[in-house]
C-alpha cells in the first residue's frame, strides 16, 4: 500500500483536531453513489428502467448487457471504497422472490447479497477503528413490511455496538469515545421511532446529463440554503435512456469520466464549515478512478473553520 492510500484509509483518525470535535455534518465527506453496482449480474432479470423491464423476457439475453453497461456505477469493490476514503455509501437493496437473500441493486440485482456486503465492511471496520461510515438504506424494491423488519434486524444485529445512535450529531470524538463507527440511515416509513435508524438523508441529484447543468443545479440548492443533518451533493449524471444509439455505443463510465474535469473543478472550489455555503457529503460514479475522494478530503485542510457570522 502506497503512504497515500494509507493515508486516505485512515483520513478521519489523521484529522486535525479542529475538524474531530465539530458534527460530522459539517465534515466534507467522500460519498459513492449506487455503491455496490460494480457486482451486477447479468443473468438476473431486469429491475430498472420501467421501458426496459416490460421486455426482458423476450429480449433478455440482449437487452441485458447493455443495461449492465450503464448500471455498472463503480468499479472498485466496497473495500477498495473503503481503502480509497470513501465514508458515504448509497445502498439501493431488492428482494427476489426466488431467494431469502437481500441483494443491491442498478438496474439489475447484484450477486453480491446485501449480507455479504456487509460483512465485508464490517471486517475493515474492525480493521479502522477510528473510520466512520454513514450507510444509506433507501430505494427499495420488492420488498414487504416483514423484509424491512428482518433487515433493519440484521443490521442492527450485525453492527451491533458500533450503530450510532440518532439523539444528536456526534462528532468523531464522540464516536471515538463510544466506539460508534457507524451512521446508519434507512429510508422506509415505519422505522422512525428505532433510535438507531437515522432518517433519510437529502441527497442533492440534478438528473441531467449535462456536467454544467449539474453544477448550475448545486449551486442553485447551495443558494437555498445548508439542509439541517447529513445532505449530499451528487456529481452523477442521469442518462437519457431515450438516445439508443448511445445506449449502444458507449457506457456510463465514459460518459461519466469525461465529465469529471468540471465536476472536480466545482470541488475544489468548496469549503465545509458551518456557514450556509458549506458542504458535507460529495458524491460521485466511479470513486476510486481519479482524484474526487483525495479532493473532496482536501476540504478538511483549510486553516480556518468558517462561522455562522450570527455567534
Excluded at 60 to 66: A, E, K, T
Excluded at 236 to 255: C, Q, V
Amino acid at each position: 500500500m502506497t503512504d497515500e492510500m494509507a493515508s486516505s484509509a485512515d483520513w478521519m483518525s489523521n484529522l486535525n483536531e479542529k475538524f474531530i470535535e465539530i458534527p460530522l455534518s459539517q465534515l466534507a465527506i467522500p460519498g459513492s453513489h449506487n455503491a455496490m453496482a460494480y457486482s451486477l449480474d447479468v443473468d438476473s432479470s431486469v429491475l430498472e428502467p420501467k421501458k426496459l423491464k416490460s421486455f426482458d423476457k423476450m429480449f433478455g439475453s440482449f437487452l441485458r448487457p447493455i443495461v449492465k453497461k450503464w448500471g455498472t456505477a463503480q468499479d472498485k469493490t466496497i473495500s477498495e471504497q473503503l481503502e480509497a476514503g470513501v465514508r458515504y455509501f448509497d445502498l439501493r437493496v431488492a428482494g427476489k422472490p426466488e431467494s431469502s437473500d437481500f441483494f443491491f441493486y442498478h438496474g439489475l440485482y447484484t450477486i453480491m447479497t446485501v449480507k455479504e456486503g456487509m460483512t465485508e465492511l464490517a471486517t475493515w471496520l474492525g480493521q479502522h477503528t477510528k473510520e466512520v461510515v454513514i450507510l444509506s438504506f433507501s430505494h427499495f424494491k420488492e420488498m414487504l413490511d416483514s423484509q424491512h423488519s428482518e433487515l433493519t434486524g440484521f443490521l442492527k444485529e450485525h453492527f451491533k455496538t458500533k450503530l450510532c445512535p440518532k439523539t444528536q450529531m456526534p462528532s468523531l470524538k464522540a464516536c471515538w469515545e463510544n466506539g460508534y463507527q457507524v451512521v446508519l440511515s434507512y429510508d422506509q416509513s415505519g422505522v422512525n421511532d428505532d433510535p438507531l435508524l437515522w432518517p433519510r438523508i437529502q441527497y442533492w441529484w440534478a438528473d441531467n446529463s449535462d456536467p454544467k447543468e449539474v453544477i448550475s443545479y448545486l449551486n442553485n440548492q447551495k443558494q437555498k440554503g445548508r439542509p439541517e443533518g447529513f445532505f449530499v451533493a451528487g456529481l452523477n449524471l442521469t442518462i437519457d435512456g431515450n438516445d439508443m444509439l448511445l445506449y449502444l455505443m458507449k457506457s456510463l463510465k465514459e460518459k461519466t469520466m469525461s465529465a469529471y474535469p468540471l465536476l472536480l473543478d466545482w470541488v475544489k472550489e468548496q469549503h465545509r464549515g458551518s456557514d450556509g455555503e458549506s458542504i458535507n457529503i460529495i458524491a460521485g460514479d466511479f470513486v476510486g478512478a481519479n482524484s474526487l475522494v483525495q479532493d473532496v478530503i482536501r476540504l478538511n485542510s483549510a486553516d480556518i473553520v468558517h462561522e455562522n457570522p450570527t455567534d
